[in-house]
């Protein structure tokens, strides 16, 4: 079955670093795109990055765009996301999700809680 | 990629229908059949319910159903039942970007 695990989060200050995991099972991994998706406390879904399935290509919202950077190593069925110059309103319960057909998100991990705080 | 609208709240009774909108732009909803479905229960991840605007995935239940017009894509539960009650995120695909509407919260009276 369709496993993705994310892992890396945390408490850090503001302005530090921070990267994220999200391990995948139970299917060919290099043959989907992969995404993160954020929810900050008691708020709505927001997309933050996606990745093509060979790593060709890869598109970050406007939010985040020149702080964090999506990567994938397909020989370690992992997706990341380096989080540089983080801010307080970065805080939020970080997803990573499968591109499945239909440019659908058919599988989310359980979430890793990243607090950006001093 | 401004979010998507979609009404913060709504509710119905037990075996009612109730529907959900979500509005956009040409540049997404309008301009693509990529319009999905998600329900997300308090403390749990995002759940896919329907896909490319109106398709179910195997395992939800036909109560489920999805529309689009123009630019505001649609969700549309029928036969409520209380574990239905959740908070529903439309989600478009938009040219290179994916974005999600602010999110509706559920409440099966």
Same mark, same amino acid.
């Given at each position: ?118 | ?16 229908? +109730?529907?959900?909108?979500?509005? @956009?732009?040409? /540049? ?6 990529? #319009? =999905?479905?998600? %329900? ?19 395992? +939800?239940?036909?109560?489920?159903? @999805?529309?689009? /017009? ?6 549309? #539960? =029928?036969?409520? %039942? ?28």
């Amino acid at each position: 079955q369709v496993q993705l695990v994310e892992s890396g989060g945390g408490v850090v200050q503001p302005g530090r670093s921070l990267r994220l995991s999200c391990a995948a099972s139970g299917f060919t991994f290099s043959s989907h795109g992969m995404h993160w998706v954020r929810q900050a406390p008691g708020k709505g879904l927001e997309w933050v990055a996606v990745i093509w399935y060979d790593g060709s290509n890869k598109y970050h919202a406007d939010s985040v765009k020149g702080r964090f950077t999506i990567s994938r190593d397909n020989s370690k069925n992992t997706v990341y996301l380096q989080m540089n110059s983080l801010r307080a309103e970065d805080t939020a319960v970080y997803y990573c999700a499968r591109w499945g057909e239909g440019k659908r998100l058919d599988y989310w991990g359980q979430g890793t809680l990243v607090t950006v705080s001093s | 990629q401004s979010a998507l609208t979609q009404p913060p709240s709504a509710s119905g009774s037990p075996g009612q229908s +109730v529907t959900i909108s979500c509005t @956009g732009t040409s /540049s997404d909803v309008g301009g693509y059949n990529y #319009v =999905s479905w998600y %329900q997300q229960h308090p403390g749990k991840a995002p759940k896919l319910m329907i896909y490319e605007v109106s398709k179910r995935p195997s395992g +939800v239940p036909d109560r489920f159903s @999805g529309s689009k /017009s123009g630019n505001t894509a649609s969700l549309t #539960v =029928s036969g409520l %039942q209380a574990e239905d009650e959740a908070g529903y995120y439309c989600l478009s695909y938009a040219g290179s970007n994916w974005v999600f509407g602010g999110g509706t919260k559920l409440t099966v009276l």
